[in-house]
């Protein structure tokens, strides 16, 4: 119950924020005399926006279509690579510190020569995403197949139970948590880097939209499309820490009770 | 009584040249069946490399491990093992955690679930068993642990300061248990601890080891009737024994 009255508060809190955040915007602009090609009002961006709504969610989808299956494969090849990595001492001595010497540099400087090199389509901005989303999550796997402490290790290896079982049984729940932190960095990387990519060579996408709209002195459309970005980044992120709230449940209470 | 347990000449070297660290050894001792043998000595003295080497989770620079006249060469599977950090994971209930053990060995656990209960109800946390470790408090931890390493039947139970973290009162109360489950399956133990009054309390016999590198000082049969309640920690003949390991210890100027 206690909890529950905590939850009310702290969330009219931030709805009561947010209202207020949006009221001052709202009124700010004939208050400080702000010109509509500069800032537009938030009833303005609903408006303009609304107008262009077919097309927004069009685009919604195709910029999701990237992101998510850009996202999916980076997590396959991620996880995979990091599994590798962390079983095998060759490859720990290779492509780790090539990984880690290419996470140092920005992956989206690739963007321009990916489109050149594979055209407008839906291929180099997939590309894109897996390369943004694919070092997070490689490098958090090595390090969370990396940590498993010392006595579980002495423990398995004193049934005598087999790679496999251990495996499944105590490496890989053991490693999900940190896992998880690299997942979640990357699904804030996934619309990013699909957005970037669309700037730079698209016909298609918010991204794509959004710098049309701009070029063309409309504040308002680029506001809408920002709103559709952001509610895209908040979905994957949010089935993200769903998955991990699902997957993992002893762990959050573990973080909860730690409090 | 014959050597269940033979040790020879055991040394232990980390590392080479310059940063060589002779951690153990040499150490030649024997162990017989259902003994509850002690290994006491100052941090650092290498007892925890010893019982891995016994384990055949560490292998030894020279010397050997025995086991009914049996090299240990890999990891020895028949033991139970316990450590001061417990091997409960968090994902698993106090019961599946003791399940663990049981589904690592290839162990049908249908067949094992009478004995769960009545391992859980030897060390009162049968009300716990479906309770995540994180719940639990240190003590309960260690005494699931001490479950989980017992539950396959293992001929020897490797225990390294699995009382390490715990308060007095806590230790006090999981000593009995210990000594109560040791009392009825009679595994051979070994025990690793830096506690004097508890090797006297629970052990047949003290290994007294040196600061490192470790070598064996001497041993010490406790020749006190069990069970040892904690009033035994009050009669001379324990306080002899106290004393005594006291000094040898106050020699090497580690107390």
């Given at each position: 119950m206690k909890k529950f009255i905590n939850w009310v508060v702290s969330g009219w809190m931030l709805i009561l924020f947010f209202v207020g955040f949006f009221l001052f915007w709202e009124y700010s602009i004939p208050l400080f005399d702000i010109p509509r090609y500069i800032l537009p009002a938030p009833s303005e961006i609903v408006s303009k926006g609304s107008a262009d709504l077919d097309k927004l969610i069009y685009y919604t989808g195709v910029t999701g279509l990237e992101t998510v299956l850009g996202y999916i494969i980076a997590l396959v090849l991620g996880l995979g690579f990091g599994i590798a990595i962390s079983f095998s001492s060759i490859l720990r001595r290779t492509l780790y510190p090539f990984f880690v010497s290419i996470e140092m540099t920005p992956k989206i400087a690739f963007a321009p020569l990916f489109i050149s090199w594979f055209g407008f389509g839906l291929m180099p901005k997939v590309i894109i995403v897996v390369l943004v989303c694919f070092f997070p999550i490689v490098l958090n796997a090595i390090l969370a197949f990396n940590s498993l402490s010392n006595e579980l290790t002495l423990f398995y290896k004193s049934t005598g139970a087999s790679t496999l079982k251990t495996f499944f049984k105590i490496r890989l729940p053991a490693a999900l948590p940190q896992c998880f932190v690299g997942f979640k960095y990357a699904a804030i990387n996934a619309t990013v880097g699909a957005t970037i990519a669309e700037f730079i060579g698209s016909d298609k996408g918010l991204g794509f939209y959004i710098s049309i709209v701009t070029g063309n002195m409309r504040p308002d459309l680029a506001f809408a499309g920002i709103f559709f970005l952001t509610c895209l980044g908040l979905s994957v992120f949010g089935f993200v820490t769903m998955m991990e709230k699902i997957l993992i449940p002893w762990h959050i209470s573990m973080k909860r009770i730690n409090k | 009584m014959k050597n269940f347990i033979e040790i020879s000449e055991l040394i232990k070297v980390f590392g080479s040249g310059r940063d060589e660290v002779h951690a153990f050894g040499p150490a030649t001792i024997n162990i017989s069946t259902g003994e509850f043998v002690s290994i006491l000595g100052?941090?650092?003295?290498g007892k925890s490399t010893l019982m891995l080497m016994v384990a055949g989770l560490l292998n030894s620079t020279s010397g050997k491990v025995e086991f009914e006249n049996k090299l240990v060469k890999?990891?020895?599977?028949?033991i139970g093992i316990m450590f001061q950090d417990n091997t409960l994971v968090p994902w698993r209930t106090v019961k599946e955690n003791i399940e663990l053990q049981l589904e690592l060995r290839g162990l049908n656990l249908k067949d094992y679930q009478e004995q769960i209960d009545n391992l859980l109800k030897s060390v009162s946390l049968e009300d716990f068993a479906d309770r995540f470790p994180n719940e639990l408090s240190g003590g309960m931890q260690q005494r699931a642990a001490f479950c989980q390493a017992m539950i396959h039947d293992p001929k020897i139970i490797l225990l390294d300061e699995?009382?390490?973290?715990?308060d007095a009162m806590t230790r006090e109360k999981i000593r009995a248990d210990f000594q109560k489950l040791w009392m009825i399956k009679k595994p051979t133990v070994i025990f690793v601890t830096h506690s004097i009054e508890e090797a006297v309390q629970l052990s047949s016999r003290v290994i007294l080891i040196t600061p490192r590198p470790g070598k064996i000082d001497r041993e010490i049969i406790i020749d006190l009737p069990y069970p040892r309640e904690s009033k035994v920690k009050r009669s001379p003949k324990f306080i002899k024994y106290v004393n005594s390991i006291q000094e040898v210890f106050q020699k090497y100027g580690v107390i």
């Amino acid at each position: 119950m206690k909890k529950f009255i905590n939850w009310v508060v702290s969330g009219w809190m931030l709805i009561l924020f947010f209202v207020g955040f949006f009221l001052f915007w709202e009124y700010s602009i004939p208050l400080f005399d702000i010109p509509r090609y500069i800032l537009p009002a938030p009833s303005e961006i609903v408006s303009k926006g609304s107008a262009d709504l077919d097309k927004l969610i069009y685009y919604t989808g195709v910029t999701g279509l990237e992101t998510v299956l850009g996202y999916i494969i980076a997590l396959v090849l991620g996880l995979g690579f990091g599994i590798a990595i962390s079983f095998s001492s060759i490859l720990r001595r290779t492509l780790y510190p090539f990984f880690v010497s290419i996470e140092m540099t920005p992956k989206i400087a690739f963007a321009p020569l990916f489109i050149s090199w594979f055209g407008f389509g839906l291929m180099p901005k997939v590309i894109i995403v897996v390369l943004v989303c694919f070092f997070p999550i490689v490098l958090n796997a090595i390090l969370a197949f990396n940590s498993l402490s010392n006595e579980l290790t002495l423990f398995y290896k004193s049934t005598g139970a087999s790679t496999l079982k251990t495996f499944f049984k105590i490496r890989l729940p053991a490693a999900l948590p940190q896992c998880f932190v690299g997942f979640k960095y990357a699904a804030i990387n996934a619309t990013v880097g699909a957005t970037i990519a669309e700037f730079i060579g698209s016909d298609k996408g918010l991204g794509f939209y959004i710098s049309i709209v701009t070029g063309n002195m409309r504040p308002d459309l680029a506001f809408a499309g920002i709103f559709f970005l952001t509610c895209l980044g908040l979905s994957v992120f949010g089935f993200v820490t769903m998955m991990e709230k699902i997957l993992i449940p002893w762990h959050i209470s573990m973080k909860r009770i730690n409090k | 009584m014959k050597n269940f347990i033979e040790i020879s000449e055991l040394i232990k070297v980390f590392g080479s040249g310059r940063d060589e660290v002779h951690a153990f050894g040499p150490a030649t001792i024997n162990i017989s069946t259902g003994e509850f043998v002690s290994i006491l000595g100052p941090s650092g003295c290498g007892k925890s490399t010893l019982m891995l080497m016994v384990a055949g989770l560490l292998n030894s620079t020279s010397g050997k491990v025995e086991f009914e006249n049996k090299l240990v060469k890999g990891p020895k599977t028949d033991i139970g093992i316990m450590f001061q950090d417990n091997t409960l994971v968090p994902w698993r209930t106090v019961k599946e955690n003791i399940e663990l053990q049981l589904e690592l060995r290839g162990l049908n656990l249908k067949d094992y679930q009478e004995q769960i209960d009545n391992l859980l109800k030897s060390v009162s946390l049968e009300d716990f068993a479906d309770r995540f470790p994180n719940e639990l408090s240190g003590g309960m931890q260690q005494r699931a642990a001490f479950c989980q390493a017992m539950i396959h039947d293992p001929k020897i139970i490797l225990l390294d300061e699995p009382l390490g973290k715990l308060d007095a009162m806590t230790r006090e109360k999981i000593r009995a248990d210990f000594q109560k489950l040791w009392m009825i399956k009679k595994p051979t133990v070994i025990f690793v601890t830096h506690s004097i009054e508890e090797a006297v309390q629970l052990s047949s016999r003290v290994i007294l080891i040196t600061p490192r590198p470790g070598k064996i000082d001497r041993e010490i049969i406790i020749d006190l009737p069990y069970p040892r309640e904690s009033k035994v920690k009050r009669s001379p003949k324990f306080i002899k024994y106290v004393n005594s390991i006291q000094e040898v210890f106050q020699k090497y100027g580690v107390i």
